[in-house]
């Protein structure tokens, strides 16, 4: 299906206007996928990979159609529920063309951007060092090798945001990455660009893009450079990235009889950060295997949560005092014959009405600086904080409340 999908004529506008409140949206390099016809909604569990993909196929089989797909978000925490969307059929645009024909919707509509109102950073600086400082204290006594630890930041504006415009800002401002917009059932749209491909599946052939280590990029040209060289030389961060890759490779490894991984990794840029990646391609034994009984084995790897994975998912609940929900957890689509594409839920928001919640993490390990890692935290908000034209205002109200605090 994923070769059927990229075979369509790309067509110049969607049959209807976008609805964020409704449609699901998946972008993967210069094609963006578009459920505007949902059939139905349902949920799962994801704790049990076998339950998981049984209910997939099986509310897949109720749609007549054949080229329905699945579009859905699983949580970070296996507990949880998964929640899906199935659409008789998925239309194909370039990014290009459904970029500018959001852009011109929205300016028919005649959005006035809303202002932010108010910052609650549901973990504060202090609070958020002090959790790595207790996570260390974790590692002298060998319990954990690493742990991502992340923080939710609550967004008020002064008028209910408008989601089309914030899709249009977000793919207009990322030239990389996999732009998404899924609707929950609660009202709310999760909305984002994923710079992070967990599993993207063709019949035999996977692929995979795990991202660890990260530096915050600049507009001097210079400057970047030095510090995709610093980045690259970081002891730190190489051994931040190279755990995920021990436990990816673990967890694909029986499922396939060609599995490639560079030993070395590269450098991949977002337009705000730099991340050790690795480009993981591989082939399986059984093209029916299903994209998600893969990547919910995967799901989450230590670039969102930790090693020993076990270990790490307790403390991470203590640590940040509060569930991410879908936030680290994964986003994508998958067809009938178990083909699709799952990014990390990270770099995004949730948003509804006025609120947008923010969500950014970072991987601690025995050499983690505190202060650094809050600030990487803080420089992987501005995916988000830009496409909701935030970000002067955010450093203003973030710079006040420091000082009443001082
Ligand atoms: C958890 C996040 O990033 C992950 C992905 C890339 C690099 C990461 C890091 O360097 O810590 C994180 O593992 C996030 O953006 O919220």
Redesign the pocket.
């Known amino acids: 299906m994923l070769s059927e999908l990229d075979a369509l004529t790309d067509l110049a506008a969607p049959e209807r206007p976008f609805d964020p409140q409704q449609h699901a949206l998946f972008v993967s390099g210069q094609r963006c996928y578009l459920a505007q016809h949902p059939h139905h909604r349902f949920t799962s569990p994801i704790d049990n990979h076998e339950t998981l993909v049984n209910t997939l196929e099986t509310e897949l089989a109720k749609c007549p159609s054949e080229d329905a797909v699945v579009f859905g978000v699983l949580p970070f925490c296996k507990s949880e529920q998964a929640q899906f969307l199935v659409s008789d059929h998925v239309q194909t645009l370039d990014k290009s063309h459904f970029t500018a024909y959001l852009a011109s919707q929205n300016k028919l509509d005649g959005v006035r951007f809303p202002e932010l109102d108010n910052v609650h950073h549901r973990q504060s600086q202090t609070q958020y060092e002090h959790a790595i400082l207790r996570a260390k204290a974790l590692f002298e006594r060998e319990e954990l090798e690493k742990i991502?630890l992340?923080k939710q930041v609550d967004l008020y504006f002064d008028d209910a945001l408008p989601k089309g415009q914030v899709l249009a800002n977000l793919l207009q401002q990322s030239a990389s990455g996999f732009p998404f917009s899924f609707p929950t059932e609660s009202g709310a749209t999760l909305l984002g660009v994923s710079?992070?491909l967990l599993l993207k599946k063709s019949n035999r052939a996977i692929f995979s893009n795990p991202?660890?280590?990260?530096a915050k990029r600049t507009s001097d040209p210079a400057v970047d450079v030095q510090r995709q060289r610093t980045l690259m030389n970081s002891k730190k961060?190489r051994f931040?990235h190279a755990v995920v890759l021990v436990e990816m490779s673990q967890v694909l490894e029986p499922w396939c009889h060609q599995l490639h991984i560079p030993s070395v990794p590269s450098l991949l840029s977002t337009a705000t950060m730099w991340?050790?990646s690795t480009e993981v391609e591989g082939q399986l034994h059984t093209p029916a295997t299903h994209v998600l009984a893969l990547a919910n084995r995967l799901h989450p790897t230590p670039?969102?949560c930790g090693k020993p994975t076990q270990h790490a998912y307790p403390w991470i609940k203590a640590l940040e005092g509060e569930s991410r929900h879908f936030f680290?957890g994964i986003v994508g689509w998958c067809d009938k014959h178990g083909n699709g594409e799952w990014v990390?839920v990270?770099?995004s928001s949730e948003i509804n009405g006025r609120h947008a919640r923010l969500?950014?993490?970072?991987?601690i390990v025995h050499a983690s600086n505190p202060t650094a890692e809050w600030l990487?935290?803080e420089a992987?908000l501005s995916t988000m904080l830009n496409a909701l034209h935030a970000t002067t205002a955010y450093r203003q109200v973030t710079q006040e409340s420091l000082l009443e605090t001082a």
């Open positions: 991502v992340g710079p992070e991202l660890a280590g990260s961060d931040e991340h050790l670039a969102l680290s990390v990270i770099r969500f950014a993490g970072a991987g990487e935290t992987k």
